[in-house]
Every structure is written in structure tokens, then in C-alpha cells.
């Protein structure tokens, strides 16, 4: 056969072929695994911050506040109550009274505030979680050269402490409650607008549009809007619910009086900024939902003369919803992760109050965690670090119930 | 029951009357369902209005000329120096890095899913890229400046890698963008009809043979699209740049210096709490209109490619 | 593949207790079955009875489909194609296929020969090589004023002539065709099936059809296949045989049946 072929003007070429193939089979393999050690490397790198080494100095040394012998860490609340008052000046510690009495507070609370207000650790130096693990005696050996007054413990920036503890500027004792609980009104305003005009609008175009100019610019002015860059959102964000609404937004229409913020720059904003970033996307997913519904369905509901909105509330809608749901989850974690739009719409800095009102001055997670990755010090890092990994839990959740949403209600058809 | 439903035909049939009746339940909701499908149409407007006011406004202010920002190469606002090229350049650097990362990888891994990788193992390795693209802006740009700029500094020497530099945000960039052009390129691939593949196979094509040389070109449209749409989300991408690429505009071509792109400038000059009306607040709706304008087209162009590509095969 | 002298000349291809797989489903159970070369062999039976499946078990074609296999043998040229060392490549660049539909490459007319003839290694004059193909596949007249243009502007018959031409370009010793006219008009059908005939001459040629007239004038052998009737529905060859016996005396009732219109 061999013989033939070559009389034929062929050559036999099907070792060099081969030999091509599997090169280039290892190259596109190899992309994939490129794609997924970056992955790991993004995990890793940020695992690798949020657990570790601290050495930290008190400014106020604690053996100096024994007590007939007994140390600071096992008093008891009346003599940490006691201890609060005799250091502090009367105004801080009434501000304290008066923000929760502190009858009312338990001693872990009291140990924590004795903590903040009168040892007040200081970092001098972090290390990550590998050195961590691999050279903890050459840790130790530093420590104690360099900075001798200094303690060594092994922290986990991730606690639950840390996600219930307000905001603050010492790296120690610094939380993300703040910023959750900003990242979740925010989020609850982009919700409230988005939600409704997104489906609205999908059920506008699959349903009721008929086929002319007029909803084929509708529907391409869609896709192009899911298209344009975030910053631009937080740049119209800023022009429109910023500036042009600040009555409106900043609650002075209601004759709200916000101690906290007397302009634009509020959790409604941001909500709203985000909104309006959201809503192709919404838009986009629930037309797909609707279009997956079958045509037979909706040709029965006519059959039996219902009316357009009865197919459509009673018939389509229903099967449709999980779709629908799934859909607008998965936008809605792409809300919660943006930067960028809050950042130009006026997040606040540092605040520690917890937003209490749609009008309240706002910071959310993901601007958190720029801001803790903006500051030099390795600690700030890692409270980024920590926060992230909220963050990434709290999207794995959305998502996983995406997922659960769609497999439970996915083989109706 | 019966007696009475017996009347009630009787009723029916004695006042039939087909004509229509106003229904004005159905047409509020009609009229509520079309706003909801018209307010895109204010948002676009929206962007369109405000931009283009603000930023007429800029160039309207002193010392500011059109044909001076778009020819001059110094971005100092304090001194009234707009010349856009510095940012337009470390756009253009982190843009054709990332791009640089993503086209390959993005295609390699679209061609290994779609015509390599058995069913199993391309159910468990899509979820994971899809993982790769939930992920925040915000975390790719932590992964830059504590990961991929130490690194760089590691390869290259500390003292040629600056601390905030272009390359480390591109690269990075290049991973975020990824994903998405894998997926594209792999709803592109599979869209080209098994039967090709069959005739490919047929006619005794090896399998590198029938992806790269019948697959990928009757695919080409849609991978060209995936690739515009890519670098669309590069030329907007914000956080990346902001946290790793550096603050303030710097009119260069390395990738180891520090240098602002577009949205990074933006998101820099809005972080404090910006005046109204002052220059920086209207330099970023100009700004914010260009970055616009240049996606609003990229995008285009995408979808009508993606259009016509469907036009082919169905 | 090396030579192998063994076996008798007169037979191409071979199967030898050739069960089909997909997953658990055996599609197409014991079937035994000579390809004589240099001559047309017809593939008839009911819809879903595994003809395909056998038609693709000879060059390999099944394993594109995911989960197949198969037992039994089918031995080329006296050599068995599922060897583990055998390359399908090889297989199927000397044993063609023609499908269904029509499925030139969006490629033009010129390109889909030369592309198939240059993955091969053909070295020769390219021109030469299309023309040859083409007039061979009876479309060179309608064609060689357009050849820049794409295959798929062609009619479905003149695609499907071209999927011929693009088949005899890397001239293949056996044709595979899966009911090649039947996405076609009466006057391409008899083109294709002229050309048949022409092309019997120098290459074996294994065809699966609907159509009876069709088997019974075009082809010199026919293959029956039925489902059997037991629990697990595979198809299988019930009767091979000459194509004039098995449209003039069948041996089997249900081929009778079938070939009379009687069946089902
Ligand atoms: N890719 C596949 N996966 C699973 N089962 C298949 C596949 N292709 C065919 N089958 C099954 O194998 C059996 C034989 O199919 P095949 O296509 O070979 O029949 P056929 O005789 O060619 O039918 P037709 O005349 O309709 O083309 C059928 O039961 C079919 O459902
Ligand atoms: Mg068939």
C-alpha cells in the first residue's frame, strides 16, 4: 500500500502529523492548566495572608495592671469595669455608658474595650501563613532579638469576631461588620429597582414587543448597555443620584435630617448606581428564562381564551421564575462585588457606625478591601486578605444557591 | 348544578357579542411592561446627556483646548495640562498585555474544552474557569500588587521593577479576561456543525488537523468577536489597574514603571470628596465619555460580527 | 500497516462476529459479513436497524461519537482495523466516507480538494490533482469557471458530487456512502448513481440506501438488516447475498417482505 501511495504523489507524512498533533494537544491542555494554577494561585496567595505570625507591643504594659495578683485576663467584670473608669477620662468613659450601659454588657465586651482603650496592642511586625508554618523558630528568634517587650501569637485575621466588629483604624481590632452591613443595603436598593424593571422589561420584549425598529433598538441599546465599562455607571451615578436628585437621595425631601450626611453620598445612591449597572444583565438573563419556556404552553393558555397578561401571569411567569431567579442572583453577586462605580459615586473613607437608614453615609466590602490594599503595612494586607475571604464566601453562597435554584427546577421540561 | 349551568349558557348565548372590550387592567400592566423596556433607553440617554454636558463643560473651561488634550503628551491638572496620550498610553500597555495572555490561553483552552477534553472532564473543568470569572475586580487587583508584582520584582531585579507598574497589572488583567474569551470561543467552536467535523475526520484529518484547520476557521467570526468583546472589558477594567498600575499619569512604554491608565485616573481623582463643577469633576465625565464612546464601538462591532456569523449556520 | 498475504484477494473488508456499542445499547449484533472489491455493495433495511452504525464501524467512524465500541473483528485487507497499534487516521485516508448531507468545507470549491490532498502530504501538481478529482466526480464542467468560489454555493447534488470529488482526491480504496442521495432530486440521484458505476472500476464502494430501485440497480451485492426480535433490539445482516438473489429469491421471508414492500 505503502508503494501505491507514493506513485500517487502522497508521502507518507503520518508520523510528522502525529507528532504535531500531540504537541499542540499538550499546548492546549497546558493553557487550561495555566488558567487553573492561577486560580490556586489567587487563593493561596490570599490564604497565605489571612493567617500568620503577629508581633505586637502594648503600649500599656498588662503585668502593670495585676491586681492582688490576679492578671488582667482573669478579673473579673466589675474590676475590668472598674479598671475602665479609674484610666479613662470621665467623658470616654460616659460615652461608652452611654452608648450601651454597661450593666448591660458582658465581661468578654468589657475585656475587649480594657483591650482597645487601655493595653492598646501595637503591630510591629506580621508574617504570612507559609514563613509562618516553615520558620516559626526563626520567627521567634527575631522577636525576641529585635523586639523584645514585644508578644508572638499565631492569628487568624478570619474570626467571627472580625465579622461582627465595627470598623476601626487599629489593624487588631478592626472588623467588617460596617462594611457588610453596607454592602447589603446597598444592595437591597439595587434589588428594589432592578429587579422589577429588569423582568418587566424581559417580559416586555419576549412577550408583547412585535417585531419592529422601534424594540430592535430596545433590545441592541441592551446588549450594548451590558457592555459598557462600570466606572462609566459611577460616573452617571454621580451625575444623576449624586447631584442631580441630592434632595431625593439624601432623604432632605422626606425632611430627614442626617447627622451623618447632608449631600448625595448615600447607601440609596450607591443602590441605585448599581441598579442601573445590573439591569441589562437582569434583562438579559430573565429573556433567556422566558424564551426556554415552551411555546406550547403559552398556546394552550390562548386556547382556552386567557388574556395576554393571564398567559402570562399564570402560565409563563411560574415557569419561568426559577430562570428568572437564578439569573438575577448571579447579577446581583456581580453587584456586590463592584469597586469601582462606589468608589466614583463617593464611598466614604473610614466610617465606623453602621448604616442605619437608606440615607446613611456608606462603605461596602469590596471598597473595604481596596482600601486595606491600598496602605503599605503588611497588617492592612491581611485584614484584606481576611475580608476577601468574606467576600468570596459570601458570593460562593449566592452562587451555590443559583446552582440549587436552577438543578431543583431545571428537568421540568 | 347542572339546571344552572344550563341557564347560564342560555344568558351567554342570548347576549353574544364579539367586539372588544376595554380591559384596563391589561393595559396599565401593558403600559408598565413597555416603561420597564424603555428606561434602558433613558439610561443610555442618560450617559449620553451627562457625559457629553459635563465634558463640553471641560472643554470649555480655561486652558483647556480639544486639539491641545488630544496632541500633548503631559496630564497635570494642577497646572492645566491635559494632554490625554499618558493615559491613553498605559490603557493602550495594560490593554495589549493582557490581550497579549488572554488571546492565547483563552483560545487554547477553548479548543482543548471543546474539542479535546472528554464530556467528564470538561464538566468539571468549565465550573472552575466559571469560578475564575466571578471573581471580583477588586481581588485580581490584591492578587497584582502582593502577587505578580513581587514576582516580576523576583524575575526582573528590584531595581528595574517598580513597585506599582503596568506589566503586573496586565498580566493579571490578562487572567481576569481569560475565562471570558474561552467562553465565547468555546460557544463559537461548538456552533460549527458536527457534520464539518465528520467530513474532516472522514477524509482521514487527525484530530490537530480538523480543530485548527476546519473547526477554528468556520468558527472565526465568533472568535473575532470574543477577542473585540475582550478587549472592550480590558480598555474599561478599573480596579486591577487602580490598586496595581500606579497614581499618576506617566508617558511611557514600559511595562515596569508606574503609570495611570484612564479609569484608574478616574477612580483616583474621585476617591477624595470631589468639588462640583470643579475641573477634576468634569475631566472625568470627558474622560468617562471617551472611555464610552471607545467601548460603545468595540461593542458594536462584536455584535454585528456575532450576527452574521449566526446567519451562516442557521 | 504492513502487507499481509494472507487472506483472500478478493475480499476487502471482512467482519467476523462484529457486535456494536453505544454505551450498553448493542446497536448491531453478529454480523458476518465479505466486501468484494472492485464491486457495489448495498446496505438496505428498516430505519434504526444499524445501518450507519455498521457503515461507520468500517473506517472507524463511530469512535467520534462518545462511549462506542465494539467486538468482534473487521479486518481490512486482511488486517484487523481495531488493532491496538493501528492509527484511525490511516484507516479512514484509505477508506472514505460520503454522508447524508452533504458537508463540503466553508472553504472554496479548489480548497476543499487541495486541503484534503496537502493534510496527506501530496506533493504533486495541485491543479492537476482537482481537476482529475473533479472530472472523475462528474462535476468538472459545471464547476472549473468558479472554482475560487465556496463549496457551499453549489446545489445540494453538485456538494455532494463535490464530497465525492473531495473523497477520490486522496484516492481512498474504498467509498463509504450513507445514503448519499437521499437529500437529493431525481436527476442528481441518477447522476450520483452513474457516477457510481464509473467509479466501480478502480475503487470498492459500500453504499447504504433507501431506496430499492436503487439498490437493485446500482449494486452488485445486498445486505438485509433487520432488528432481531429478541430483548435487546439489535439490528443485524439476516441475508447477503447477490443483489438479483436478493430481489428475485430471497431466502428469508422478512427479506421478501422488505424488498416487496410488504414489510412492517
Ligand atoms: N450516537 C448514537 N448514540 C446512541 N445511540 C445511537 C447513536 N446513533 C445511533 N444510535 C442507535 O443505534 C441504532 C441504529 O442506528 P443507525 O443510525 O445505525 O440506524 P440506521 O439503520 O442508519 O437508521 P436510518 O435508516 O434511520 O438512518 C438506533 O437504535 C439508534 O437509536
Ligand atoms: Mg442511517
Given at each position: 500500500m505503502k508503494e501505491i501511495a507514493i506513485v500517487q504523489g502522497f508521502e507518507n507524512n503520518l508520523d510528522s502529523r502525529n507528532r504535531k498533533g500531540i504537541i499542540?494537544?499538550?499546548?492546549?491542555?497546558?493553557?487550561?492548566?495555566?488558567?487553573?494554577?492561577?486560580?490556586?494561585?489567587?487563593?493561596?496567595?490570599v490564604i497565605d495572608s489571612a493567617f500568620g505570625y503577629v508581633a505586637y507591643e502594648a503600649r500599656m504594659d498588662p503585668d502593670s495592671l495585676t491586681v492582688d495578683g490576679i492578671p488582667v485576663e482573669d478579673q473579673s467584670k466589675d474590676q475590668l469595669v472598674a479598671l475602665l473608669q479609674s484610666t479613662l477620662s470621665s467623658g470616654a468613659y460616659n460615652k461608652l455608658d452611654n452608648e450601651t450601659l454597661f450593666v448591660d454588657r458582658s465581661r468578654e465586651e468589657v475585656f475587649q474595650l480594657v483591650v482597645e482603650r487601655i493595653i492598646r496592642p501595637k503591630i510591629v511586625q506580621v508574617w504570612k501563613f507559609w514563613p509562618s508554618l516553615t520558620r516559626s523558630d526563626e520567627i521567634r528568634a527575631t522577636v525576641t532579638r529585635e523586639y523584645p517587650k514585644a508578644e508572638l501569637d499565631f492569628v487568624s485575621w478570619l474570626t467571627y469576631d472580625f465579622v461582627t466588629r465595627p470598623q476601626t483604624s487599629e489593624p487588631l481590632t478592626a472588623g467588617v461588620r460596617t462594611a457588610v452591613l453596607g454592602s447589603l443595603w446597598t444592595i437591597l436598593f439595587t434589588i428594589l429597582l432592578a429587579f422589577p424593571l429588569g423582568v418587566g422589561a424581559a417580559i416586555y420584549l419576549e412577550e408583547y414587543a412585535s417585531e419592529n425598529w422601534f424594540n430592535r433598538i430596545i433590545q441592541t441599546n441592551i446588549n450594548n448597555l451590558a457592555g459598557v465599562p462600570s466606572i462609566v455607571y459611577g460616573i452617571l451615578g454621580l451625575a444623576i443620584f449624586v447631584r442631580a436628585l441630592e434632595r431625593f437621595t439624601s432623604g432632605k425631601m422626606f425632611g430627614i435630617v442626617n447627622l451623618t450626611s447632608e449631600n448625595g453620598r448615600t447607601v440609596l445612591s450607591a443602590g441605585l448606581t448599581l441598579g442601573l449597572l445590573v439591569l441589562p444583565i437582569i434583562i438579559i438573563n430573565a429573556q433567556e428564562a422566558i424564551r426556554a419556556v415552551p411555546r406550547s404552553l403559552r398556546n394552550a393558555s390562548f386556547g382556552v381564551g386567557a388574556t395576554k397578561w393571564q398567559t402570562v401571569w399564570s402560565h409563563m411567569l411560574p415557569n419561568a421564575l426559577p430562570g428568572i431567579l437564578t439569573g438575577t442572583i448571579l447579577a446581583i453577586s456581580r453587584a456586590i462585588g463592584e469597586t469601582a462605580p462606589l468608589v466614583v459615586v463617593g464611598a466614604s473613607t473610614a466610617i465606623s457606625?453602621?448604616?442605619?437608614?437608606?440615607?446613611?453615609?456608606?462603605?461596602t466590602l469590596p471598597i473595604q478591601i481596596y482600601q486595606w490594599t491600598s496602605r503599605p503595612q503588611e497588617e492592612f494586607r491581611s485584614l484584606a486578605a481576611a475580608s476577601i475571604l468574606v467576600l468570596l464566601v459570601l458570593l460562593l453562597s449566592l452562587n451555590a444557591s443559583a446552582v440549587l435554584l436552577r438543578n431543583r427546577f431545571s428537568r421540568r421540561f | 348544578m347542572a339546571e344552572l349551568t344550563v341557564k347560564n349558557l342560555e344568558k351567554k348565548a342570548s347576549t353574544i357579542s364579539l367586539r372588544r372590550k376595554p380591559r384596563w387592567g391589561e393595559t396599565i400592566i401593558q403600559g408598565l411592561l413597555f416603561f420597564s423596556g424603555f428606561f434602558s433607553i433613558f439610561i443610555t440617554l442618560g450617559i449620553v446627556y451627562?457625559?457629553?454636558?459635563?465634558?463640553?463643560?471641560?472643554?470649555?473651561?480655561?486652558?483647556v483646548d480639544l486639539l491641545a488634550t488630544l496632541t500633548t503628551t503631559e496630564w497635570k491638572p494642577h497646572v492645566n495640562k491635559f494632554g490625554i496620550w499618558p493615559l491613553l498610553t498605559s490603557t493602550l500597555m495594560t490593554t495589549l498585555i493582557a490581550m497579549a495572555i488572554a488571546i492565547p490561553l483563552g483560545m487554547g483552552v477553548a479548543v482543548y474544552l471543546s474539542e479535546y477534553a472528554i464530556p467528564k472532564v470538561r464538566s468539571t473543568l468549565k465550573p472552575i474557569l466559571e469560578i475564575l470569572a466571578g471573581i471580583p475586580t477588586i481581588v485580581y487587583g490584591?492578587?497584582?500588587l502582593t502577587f505578580m508584582t513581587p514576582l516580576l520584582r523576583e524575575i526582573f531585579g528590584k531595581d528595574v521593577v517598580q513597585i506599582y507598574n503596568t506589566g503586573s497589572a496586565g498580566l493579571v488583567m490578562g487572567i481576569l479576561i481569560l475565562p471570558l474569551i474561552s467562553s465565547m470561543t468555546e460557544d463559537a467552536l461548538s456552533a460549527v456543525p458536527r457534520s464539518l467535523r465528520e467530513a474532516a475526520y472522514a477524509m482521514g484529518a487527525t484530530k490537530l488537523e480538523v480543530a485548527l484547520q476546519i473547526v477554528v476557521p468556520a468558527a472565526l467570526s465568533g472568535i473575532a468577536a470574543a477577542i473585540i468583546v475582550g478587549i472592550s472589558r480590558a480598555v474599561g477594567e478599573t480596579m486591577i489597574v487602580a490598586v496595581a498600575a500606579g497614581a499618576g499619569p506617566n508617558f511611557t512604554f514600559s511595562p515596569f514603571i508606574g503609570a495611570e491608565t484612564i479609569t484608574g485616573h478616574i477612580v483616583r481623582i474621585s476617591g477624595g470628596d470631589l468639588s462640583y463643577d470643579s475641573i477634576d469633576y468634569n475631566s472625568i465625565f470627558a474622560?468617562?465619555?471617551?472611555?464610552?464612546?471607545?467601548t460603545l464601538v468595540l461593542n458594536i462591532i462584536s455584535q454585528a460580527i456575532v450576527r452574521r456569523f449566526r446567519e451562516v449556520y442557521e | 500497516m504492513a502487507l499481509n498475504n494472507n487472506f483472500d484477494q478478493k475480499y476487502i473488508i471482512e467482519t467476523r462476529n462484529l457486535d456494536i456499542y453505544y454505551g450498553s445499547f448493542k446497536a448491531v449484533a453478529g454480523v458476518n459479513m465479505r466486501v468484494e472489491r472492485n464491486a457495489i455493495t448495498a446496505i438496505i433495511g428498516p430505519s434504526g436497524c444499524g445501518k450507519s452504525t455498521l457503515l461507520r464501524a468500517f473506517n472507524r467512524m463511530n469512535e467520534l461519537y462518545a462511549d462506542t465500541s465494539i467486538e468482534g473483528e473487521v479486518t481490512f485487507s486482511g488486517q484487523d482495523i481495531y488493532a491496538r497499534d493501528v492509527d484511525p487516521v490511516e484507516v479512514r485516508y484509505r477508506i472514505g466516507m460520503v454522508f447524508q448531507k452533504p458537508n463540503p468545507f466553508p472553504k472554496s470549491i479548489y480548497e476543499n480538494i487541495a486541503w484534503t490532498a496537502r493534510i496527506h502530504g501530496y506533493k504533486g501538481n495541485m491543479d492537476e490533482l482537482v481537476e482529475n478529482s473533479l472530472r472523475q466526480a462528474a462535476l468538472w464542467d459545471e464547476v472549473k469557471d468558479k472554482l475560487k468560489q465556496s463549496g457551499l454555493s453549489l446545489s445540494g447534488g453538485q456538494q455532494q458530487r463535490l464530497c465525492i470529488a473531495r473523497a477520490l482526491s486522496i484516492k481512498p480504496e474504498v467509498i463509504l456512502m450513507d445514503e448519499p442521495a437521499s437529500a437529493l432530486d431525481p436527476i442528481a440521484t441518477l447522476k450520483i448513481e452513474e457516477l457510481m458505476q464509473d467509479l466501480k472500476q478502480n475503487y470498492t464502494i459500500v453504499i447504504v440506501t433507501h431506496n430499492m430501485q436503487q439498490a437493485a440497480r446500482a449494486s452488485d451485492y445486498t445486505a438485509m438488516m433487520m432488528l432481531t426480535n429478541g430483548e435487546s433490539r439489535s439490528g443485524t445482516v439476516i441475508e447477503f447475498d447477490e443483489t438479483n438473489i436478493i430481489f428475485t429469491r430471497p431466502k428469508d421471508k422478512r427479506t421478501e417482505d422488505y424488498v416487496t414492500g410488504r414489510f412492517g
Open positions: 499542540w494537544h499538550v499546548l492546549f491542555q497546558a493553557s487550561t492548566i495555566v488558567g487553573i494554577i492561577a486560580l490556586i494561585a489567587l487563593m493561596l496567595n457606625f453602621d448604616p442605619s437608614s437608606p440615607f446613611s453615609k456608606f462603605t | 451627562e457625559l457629553g454636558k459635563e465634558a463640553l463643560l471641560f472643554f470649555q473651561m480655561p486652558g490584591y492578587f497584582a474622560l468617562g465619555l471617551f472611555l464610552f464612546i471607545i | -
